[in-house]
């Protein structure tokens, strides 16, 4: 299967932005979806795991959820800080066999 | 602390093969609760899954890569290794090695370990 998500996002200092990640065939619901973000230069870090479960460290300002009608995983972002303008990576998993989404760049402008 | 650091070279020839061995120190690599994965990022994309192993050797790949590639794990060095066979310019990429969860035995956290990534050049 693929997860699918849009190539770039923007949005102003504190607002809200959602991204969204679209699994192509299986349930979203029956494997977890983990969400990354990724600093140029850096290796991606975890924001989000388990569909919506956040690491200790990470803001409350993260939360992710999925939605079964339309097979999809979303992050969303909010009171958007500069700091928080990062590369965002979804990723699932079927039996052994990991896939990530293709990556959204998130601009706060 | 788990670290985990690639080694290997940074430059490949076309129609050649990359090899990475990535070690793990701080920590053991017998687990049975973890992967030890490959993950890739050419340059400007996204990440790419290459494939995962367990400590026991059973290896998992991805299906776009499965004809090229092997994962290998040597448990007395703590280590494990990739090799990539006939690359092309499309195999450039920083290459990850990371620690997955088996999301059936343990909580999903994601790649909780990476490397520091290394960036491998395809070119002659």
């Known amino acids: 299967f693929m997860l699918t998500q849009p190539h770039s996002v923007s949005e102003s200092p504190g607002k809200t932005v959602t991204i969204s990640c679209t699994r192509s065939?299986?349930?979203?619901?029956?494997?977890?979806v983990q969400w990354y973000q990724q600093r140029p230069g850096s290796f991606p870090t975890t924001v989000i795991y388990e569909h919506n479960q956040r690491p200790s460290g990470v803001p409350y300002r993260f939360s992710g959820s999925i939605d079964s009608s339309s097979n999809s995983a979303s992050l969303t972002i909010s009171g958007l800080q500069t700091e928080d303008e990062a590369d965002y990576h979804c990723q699932s998993y079927d039996s052994s066999n990991w896939v990530f989404g293709g990556g959204t760049k998130l601009t706060v402008l | 602390q788990l670290q985990l650091q690639e080694s290997g070279p940074g430059l490949v020839k076309p129609s050649e093969t990359l090899s990475l061995s990535c070690t793990v120190s701080g920590g053991s690599i017998s687990s049975s609760i973890y992967y030890w994965g490959w993950v890739r990022q050419p340059p400007g994309k996204g990440l790419e899954w290459i494939g995962s192993?367990?400590?026991?050797?059973?290896?998992y790949y991805n299906l776009s890569l499965k004809s090229r590639v092997t994962i290998s794990v040597d448990t007395s060095k703590n280590q494990f290794s990739l090799t990539l066979n006939s690359v092309t310019a499309a195999d450039t990429a920083v290459y990850y090695c990371?620690?997955?969860?088996?999301?059936?035995?343990?909580?999903?956290?994601?790649?909780?370990?990476w490397g520091q990534g290394t960036l491998v050049t395809v070119s002659s």
């Open positions: 192993i367990y400590y026991s050797g059973s290896a």
């Open positions: 990371a620690r997955l969860p088996d999301c059936s035995s343990t909580r999903c956290l994601g790649v909780d370990y």
């Open positions: 065939s299986g349930s979203i619901a029956s494997n977890y």
